[in-house]
């Protein structure tokens, strides 16, 4: 493929590639003692989403107590958010010495939501760091400078609101390790994505990592969809409301997970191609005469047939959790208006 001539690249291309030299460092950059001493009084939460991660939820959670809670004071509060298992994801989490919580038994007031999104913003309702970490329950090669590396920009420089993990991404199927060809829907539908619409987030090695950390302030002013699409939507929504200047990565080295069958993966991909158009959308960039199907038909080769199924795709979202504790303050002082106001 031709490259194209430096003077035809947007404007977007060129401030990615100046925030990448500018934005980007190491986990190796961050050394944890240094940042035990930058934490101050800050508190920092890790929460994990997971679904049926039985298998890895437990050495995470145990090298996160061990290395970051009980050798050295950086973390401050480990949750995982049960999201709607069928294995023993919750209980391997806790006797790992994790605060485990249902996803629906957060805001139960709310009608249930499936989806790692949800399982998130969930988790964010339910801690009270100031830095919030984010984790993948399904990683086969975690170490502590996942999340001392995702620290180090928050702890170390106000300006940052919001890091992202990078890393290489192998695939590793059938016993058979393939260099840099993970990370499928990254490159088939992401990437391309942001390249069109989003080009100043471009810089972003790893737009779908699930790895990443930012200040409670800035994440309790954004809505977070509830499926697959929670990355790319939040990537958007804070390039917009923090500027790509407050956004940074930081190179975790190597990252080895549970890869999904192909069908799941094209589920998620339609989920953030949904979420792509609902934001160009927000931001008034597409005006569309109908909204886009719901349905994703998918032809599934089982046991030598080929049924069909009809997959939901559709965005669903949950508020910013800022407007939600204002709605909720707003209906207690109709409800009780003496107790309340006296004490806040
Ligand atoms: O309904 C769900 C689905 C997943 N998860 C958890 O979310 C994490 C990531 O999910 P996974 O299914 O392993 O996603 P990947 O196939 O690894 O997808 C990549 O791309 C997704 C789309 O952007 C991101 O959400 C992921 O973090 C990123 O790793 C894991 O801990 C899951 O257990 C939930 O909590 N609830
Ligand atoms: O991030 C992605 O692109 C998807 O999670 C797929 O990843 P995989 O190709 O490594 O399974």
Excluded at 85 to 90: A, E, F, N
Excluded at 273 to 289: F, I
């Amino acid at each position: 493929m031709a490259d194209v001539p430096v003077s035809s690249h947007g404007g977007g291309i060129a401030a990615a590639q100046r925030w990448l030299r500018r934005r980007t460092s190491r986990a190796a950059d961050w050394r944890p003692e240094r940042l035990v001493a930058a934490k101050g009084d800050t508190r920092v939460s890790v929460i994990l989403p997971a679904r049926n991660e039985e298998p890895t939820v437990g050495p995470i959670v145990a090298t996160i107590r061990r290395e970051l809670v009980e050798r050295l004071p950086l973390v401050d509060e480990v949750l995982v958010v049960d999201s709607h298992s069928t294995d023993r994801t919750g209980a391997v989490a806790a006797e790992a010495g994790a605060r485990v919580v249902h996803q629906d038994a957060v805001f139960p007031e709310l009608p249930p939501l499936p989806g790692k999104g949800d399982a998130m913003w969930k988790g964010l309702a339910a801690t009270r760091g100031d830095i919030v970490v984010f984790v993948d329950a399904d990683l086969r090669d975690f170490g502590p400078h996942f999340v001392t590396g995702l620290l180090g920009p928050l702890l170390t420089d106000p300006t940052v609101s919001f890091v992202k993990g990078a890393y290489e991404r192998p695939l590793c199927l059938d016993g058979r390790v393939e260099k840099g060809a993970g990370g499928r829907v990254t490159e088939l539908v992401a990437r391309p994505l942001i390249n069109m619409f989003w080009p100043e987030l471009a810089g972003f090695v790893q737009p779908l990592a699930g790895e990443y950390a930012g200040r409670r302030e800035v994440l309790e002013l954004v809505p977070f969809v509830a499926h697959y699409g929670v990355e790319l939507g939040l990537l958007v929504d804070l390039l917009e409301l923090v500027g790509l200047d407050a956004m940074a990565q930081v190179d975790l080295g190597y990252r080895v997970h549970k890869h999904q069958p192909v069908p799941m993966l094209g589920r998620m991909a339609a989920q953030i191609m949904h979420t792509a158009w609902s934001r160009l959308e927000r931001q008034r960039r597409l005006v569309a005469t109908a909204p886009p199907s719901p349905a994703l038909l998918q032809f599934l080769v089982e046991d030598g047939a080929a049924p069909v199924r009809v997959c939901d795709v559709r965005l669903r979202e949950r508020p910013c959790l800022a407007s939600l504790r204002v709605a909720a303050r707003r209906a207690r002082g109709r409800r009780a208006p003496t107790a309340d106001r006296i004490g806040h």
